[in-house]
């Protein structure tokens, strides 16, 4: 039995440390990134083919929002 001194074991949430951005969320976002960037190359040597290019591109700001999401949720690198 704790003494009233004592204090309550803390139930917050841990925090977790990322050192050199190397979280969750920045793994995923520069995967989906690389993604993007490869399809809108595979689109501009294919002609160009204009729509494979543009799904690239919007693949690579689905990156940016997903790894800010992500990073709001507590997965990414804290300053």
């Not at 993604?35 to 591109?57: D, H, K, Q, Y």
């Not at 790894?67 to 690198?77: D, H, N, P, S, T």
């Amino acid at each position: 039995m704790s003494s009233p001194a004592e204090p309550a074991p803390s139930r917050a949430r841990q925090v977790r440390e990322y050192e050199d951005g190397k979280s969750p969320a920045a793994w995923t976002g520069v995967i989906i990134a690389a993604v993007g960037f490869i399809v809108a190359t595979v689109g501009s040597l294919a002609g160009p083919n204009w729509p494979i290019i543009i799904v690239g591109a919007s693949l690579i700001v689905v990156a940016l929002i997903v790894a800010g999401i992500m990073k709001a949720a507590g997965l990414g690198q804290s300053h």
